[in-house]
């Protein structure tokens, strides 16, 4: 979506071929019991500044909710609660404050993970880092496993989708340092105030259609033909496209079978990448049990909830959803053996919740919801540019800089779409941030057509 308006914004034609009955890629919503539900629970930060441009540009930017100061509650057994929060001093001792106070950790284990954080903030990216796993730094810095488990995980899981152990050091440092250590209100928190769908797929494709472009739903792109003067084709299930240019926005695991022999140079890199599952576990309360739009949780199998109350279309009580990161082993497991651990393990967490009743549970699971982001990964992550000089690619598992995130998603679009505007001879039209409608200051140049 992302890189189809930039283009069709630098007045060039644009046809996006969407798969699935829907845009929005990978955040998206479904109605369940009555229920309008997220495939998934995703925030942002406000250092996320490609992807709030892109809600600008839709004009979803109301839709979110962005905190005025980092504000994270932590949920331990026995209804403990502590608090990750800054303030008003300059990074990195803007969290010093809560750090001082956090309950989860001794003293000790309080003073060396500053000093870790101090050393995290300095650390200059280099190769080497995507070589090591993030814990393997961690324990060089005599972090303890409660400090790793209470205080670093509650961070890089959710947002590398595996835990410190198996996570790379790299994207480790590129989190933390964007959004906790280099400004102060960088990791000020975001998050939908409506379902996925009316955030991103429903307003894009509005935004689509007034920008020009040609949005075809249900359509698969099955391959992508290169002639010997290098010519395009998109290769549909009864019908081709001939183009001058082509962004694939396909996930990695499919991007070989769609991609012509030779675009990459190993095309098997991509499947190297591997894949890291998500599993969401819903609860519906016939009562509120919870008073946080969303909770951390430690010494507990519960990672993330959320209160998707409002969101849902719930009348009454509390629909509570759990996200949980890395999720190998709940992939497989079955619903009635999470219900069994997650609902105990909710009211712990949640007083209230032991005396309320469950109306619905029911669990949703993305069995390749990021690429796997562990050490080596740089190497197998291609920039936008293939071997034809107007084929390109994007996607979160493109080499953005970032984990597989929204922010990496549409930073992927808008790098692709710079490099085909360039093919294309337009690069008095790149985009830089989606702010608003550019479209129309293309006149009189030739026309142009562009596949996403």
Request: charged residues 20%; positive net charge.
């Amino acid at each position: 979506m992302a890189a189809g308006l930039a283009c069709a914004d630098a007045g060039v034609t644009v046809t996006l071929l969407e798969a699935r009955p829907r845009l929005g890629g990978a955040t998206f919503s479904f109605s369940r019991e009555g229920l309008q539900v997220d495939n998934g629970q995703h925030v942002f930060l406000r250092c996320c500044t490609a992807y709030r441009g892109f809600l600008r540009r839709i004009g979803a930017e109301s839709r979110t909710v962005l905190q005025r100061r980092l504000a994270i509650p932590v949920l331990a057994p026995g209804g403990r609660v502590g608090w990750l929060r800054r303030n008003e001093l300059p990074a990195p001792i803007h969290l010093s404050g809560s750090l001082a106070t956090y309950p989860f950790l001794s003293r000790a284990d309080r003073a060396g993970v500053a000093r870790a954080a101090l050393a995290l903030a300095r650390i200059k990216p280099t190769a080497d880092l995507d070589r090591r796993t993030f814990q393997e730094w961690l324990v060089a810095r005599r972090q303890s496993p409660t400090a790793i488990e209470c205080l670093w995980n509650l961070i890089a899981l959710p947002t590398l989708n595996l835990p410190a152990g198996e996570a790379s050091l790299a994207l480790a440092v590129k989190v933390f340092q964007t959004g906790l250590l280099r400004h102060r209100s960088a990791g000020d928190v975001g998050y939908a105030s409506v379902p996925l769908s009316e955030l991103h797929g429903e307003p894009a494709g509005s935004a689509l259609a007034a920008a020009g472009a040609d949005v075809r739903l249900r359509t698969p792109a099955r391959r992508i033909g290169v002639g010997p003067d290098g010519s395009l084709e998109v290769a549909l299930d009864s019908a081709t496209i001939a183009t001058d240019a082509v962004i694939v926005a396909v996930p990695h695991v499919d991007a070989p079978d769609i991609l012509p022999e030779g675009a990459l140079e190993d095309a098997s890199r991509l499947k190297a990448l591997g894949t890291s599952p998500i599993v969401n576990v819903h609860a519906v309360y016939d009562r509120p049990v919870m008073d946080f739009p969303f909770a951390a949780g430690v010494r507990t199998p519960v990672q993330w909830v959320f209160d998707r109350t409002s969101q849902s279309g719930v009348g009454s009580g509390q629909y509570l959803a759990i996200s949980l990161s890395g999720a190998s082993s709940e992939i497989s497991e079955r619903t009635e053996d999470l219900r069994r651990r997650f609902i105990p393990a909710l009211q712990d967490l949640l007083p209230r919740a032991r005396k309320a009743s469950v109306r619905s549970f029911f669990v949703t699971r993305e069995q390749a919801a990021t690429f796997r982001q562990a050490p080596g990964t740089a190497a197998l992550r291609p920039g936008p540019s293939t071997r034809f000089p107007r084929l390109f690619l994007a996607g979160a598992w493109t080499n953005t800089g970032w984990p597989a995130t929204m922010e990496g998603a549409v930073r992927s679009g808008l790098a692709a779409a710079r490099e085909a505007l360039i093919a294309v001879g337009r690069p008095r039209f790149l985009p830089q941030e989606m702010t608003r409608v550019a479209g129309g200051q293309a006149n009189g140049t030739p026309a142009l057509e562009m596949v996403v």
